[in-house]
């Protein structure tokens, strides 16, 4: 079968042939219908070899939906020819927080070598794709899987973010989105269907501007050195009182920092790793920051069932496996509006 792999550190992926996997006890083989390429690929393709963490070579993609072509003895819980997504963050299903559903943030999974598909494990952006439990997929009931396939990351993730700062996004409140892109035009709708707050989103680039004012921003402002003022300005001086940061760099969180309210929560959800200072007198009075990973299966639940309901839309373009070493580049260069799906 095709499969995309990154294979050596800086240089760029590429297309292969590998053998199909065989699904052993309790796992379950997808024919892969759609994978998504997400901004986390270009940073791992990113790490320098001392600090990278995965095996290569390594088939990307950790946003998958498929059919399920076999299971392996004894699985459970699918039939074959049935539509899912593919839950990513697998953790080891009995830890506390995975008792909770929490499997994005399993006690054990660094411990016991558990990793994502496309993150550690071969990945979507392939024709087959070995899950090992049936536990990390949910049925599509219906969805398109080019719909679905960013749903699994770019839109569970702004979601568990969103759904922990609910309770601050009551009418009257502003969110902040920084970083119109993949997960940033996903968590515009999703802000705009779960919550009456006003959104007002930011990005460096006009043609992710527009895209976040098609997608429902109240209001849109360039991300430059006036941007925090800007929502102030908005917002009658208060700030906002939720402020989700899909970039994550010095710039942004600086901004996200600016233009925060008192009592208001910052969402560091892009992995740029810049340091945000905190403590007294740094940030407005009773500020929390976070740095969300992912969500839980029961959350993508959620998401699939709001696309299903028409509330939330991926913008997409699509694009064959073959294709897709060129599609990275053109990512990296901020030339894709929404998230581009391969379709392998
Ligand atoms: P993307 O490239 O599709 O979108 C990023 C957007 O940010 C682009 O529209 C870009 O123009 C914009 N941008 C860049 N610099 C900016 C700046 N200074 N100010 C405002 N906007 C700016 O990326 P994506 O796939 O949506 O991923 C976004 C981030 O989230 C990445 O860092 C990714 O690694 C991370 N991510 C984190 C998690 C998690 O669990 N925490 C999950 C998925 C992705
Ligand atoms: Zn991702
Ligand atoms: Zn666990």
């Not at 710039?251 to 233009?259: D, E, F, L």
């Amino acid at each position: 079968m095709k499969a995309v792999q990154y294979y050596e550190v800086g240089r760029s992926p590429h297309v292969v042939e590998v053998p199909v996997p065989e699904p052993g006890p309790g796992q379950v083989l997808l024919k892969v219908t759609a994978a998504g390429m997400c901004h986390s690929d270009i940073s791992v393709m990113s790490w320098p070899a001392e600090e990278m963490p995965y095996e290569l070579p390594m088939t990307l993609g950790h946003e998958g939906v498929g059919t399920v072509a076999a299971l392996g003895p004894g699985t459970v819980g699918v039939e074959e020819g049935e539509s899912v997504a593919v839950y990513g963050p697998w953790g080891c299903g009995v830890c506390w927080k995975c008792a909770q559903g929490k499997e994005n943030y399993c006690l054990r999974a660094a411990e016991l070598g558990i990793r994502p598909p496309g993150l550690g494990r071969p990945g979507a952006m392939a024709e087959y794709l070995l899950v090992d439990s049936a536990r990390h997929l949910v049925p599509l009931h219906g969805l398109d899987p080019v719909q679905a396939a960013p749903l699994t990351d770019a839109g569970l993730t702004p979601y568990h973010a969103i759904k922990t700062s609910i309770p601050k996004l009551v009418a009257g409140s502003t969110a902040v989105v920084i970083g119109a892109g993949g997960l940033g035009h996903l968590a515009i709708q999703l802000l705009r269907a779960m919550t009456p707050s006003r959104v007002i989103a930011m990005d460096i680039a006009d043609d992710k501007l527009s895209l976040a004012r098609e997608v429902g921003a109240h209001e849109v402002v360039r991300s430059d050195q006036d941007a925090a003022a800007q929502v102030k300005e908005l917002t009658d001086g208060l700030g906002a009182e939720v402020v989700l940061d899909f970039v994550g760099n010095e710039p942004t969180v600086a901004v996200a920092a600016r233009c925060a309210a008192v009592e208001a929560d910052i969402n560091i959800v892009g992995v740029a790793g810049a340091p945000l200072p905190v403590g007294f007198g740094l940030l407005p009075f009773e500020v929390s920051v976070s740095s969300p990973y992912w969500g839980s299966r029961a959350e993508l639940i959620e998401v699939l069932e709001l696309a299903r309901g028409g509330m939330v839309k991926a913008h997409v373009e699509t694009f064959g496996i073959e294709e897709t070493p060129e599609i990275y580049d053109r990512f990296r260069e901020g030339g894709i509006r929404g998230r581009a799906v391969i379709l392998p």
